[in-house]
């Protein structure tokens, strides 16, 4: 049985790459599968994914046009067969006990999603000067003793400042994105926000631990170092739109719940129109 698909969109990354690729080798928790997606890399990426892919049998291997990243992940999750998801970037790093670990808890509690905690390195000097912020950006400070449902997860994640929407910060019940049919917004950037947002909203059992399992590499010309822009904006609203529509959609009774979903989906607003 495969315990956790782990998936991973590549576009130009051959630099990062292998390291990516040796850190989620290296899992103590053997029964997986490595999902990577070539999203039409112009560089030696999929040279090095094919290259892994004879090496490994735990590695597939799918090549695609440009088709951002959204694309890539959701094709890569209409293929996968663990019982767990896990979404990781391909210049990124994880703790080689991570897998074992977070599976045990999941396993033990019987969860829809699992949050942790990450924190990031800098590819120079001049990055971290830039951008200091990012070093605690992934870190959940708060205290978590209970297995809560998601909509209440997502209520407790705010009021500690600990709602970070990357889905490499989460494990992922695979059953859960089937039945509630939950995929990645096509065509923008920012699409983390309205997925987590429907895995929150639509999850029965979630959890969250502190330890820290991944590692954001902060590197020039990525969507996180770039000035924003048009397409920045774009990603915020159609994201805006849609966690309205999801909100709508659920039937919550918990009236302090729905407070605090209103409150986030009035600040995220709040943002959009000061870009």
């Keep these: ?47 090095i994914l094919r290259e892994y892919e004879k090496k490994y049998t735990q590695i597939k291997v799918l090549d695609q046009l440009n088709g951002g990243q959204s694309v890539a992940r959701n094709r890569a999750l ?24 977070l599976w ?13 905690s990450g ?30 449902s998601g909509p209440e997860m997502l209520a407790e994640l705010h009021a500690n400042g600990d709602y970070t929407v990357s889905p490499c910060l989460q494990l992922i019940r695979r059953q859960l994105l089937e039945e509630k049919n939950i995929r990645f917004c096509e065509g923008i950037i920012h699409e983390d926000n309205c997925f987590t947002f429907q895995v929150l909203l639509s999850a029965e059992k979630a959890f969250c631990v502190n330890d820290i399992y991944f590692y954001r590499r ?18 915020y609203y159609v994201c805006l739109v849609r966690q309205l529509q999801i909100a709508g959609e659920q039937q919550i009774s918990e009236p302090h719940i729905n407070q605090k979903i209103e409150y986030i989906l009035w600040r995220l607003n709040y943002h959009v129109q000061r870009l």
Aim: glycine share 4%.
């Design 1 to 47: 049985m495969v315990k956790v698909s782990v998936i991973i969109p590549v576009f130009n990354v051959e630099k990062y790459l292998e390291d990516c690729l040796n850190s989620v080798l290296a899992q103590s928790l053997k029964d997986i599968e490595i999902i990577c997606v070539n999203d039409g890399s112009v560089d030696h990426s999929l040279q």
């Design 104 to 116: 045990d808890i999941c396993e033990r509690d019987d969860l829809d999603v699992l949050f942790f």
């Design 119 to 148: 924190t990031s390195f800098y590819e120079n000097d001049s990055l971290e000067e830039k951008h200091k912020g990012f070093i605690n950006t992934y870190y959940r400070k708060g205290n978590y003793p209970n297995v809560v």
């Design 218 to 235: 902060v590197r020039e010309a990525s969507v996180m170092t770039r000035d924003e822009n048009y397409r920045n904006l774009r990603g």
């Design 78 to 101: 209409d293929l996968a067969s663990g019982k767990y998801v896990y979404f990781m970037d391909s210049d990124d790093l994880i703790v080689s006990h991570m897998l074992e670990e």
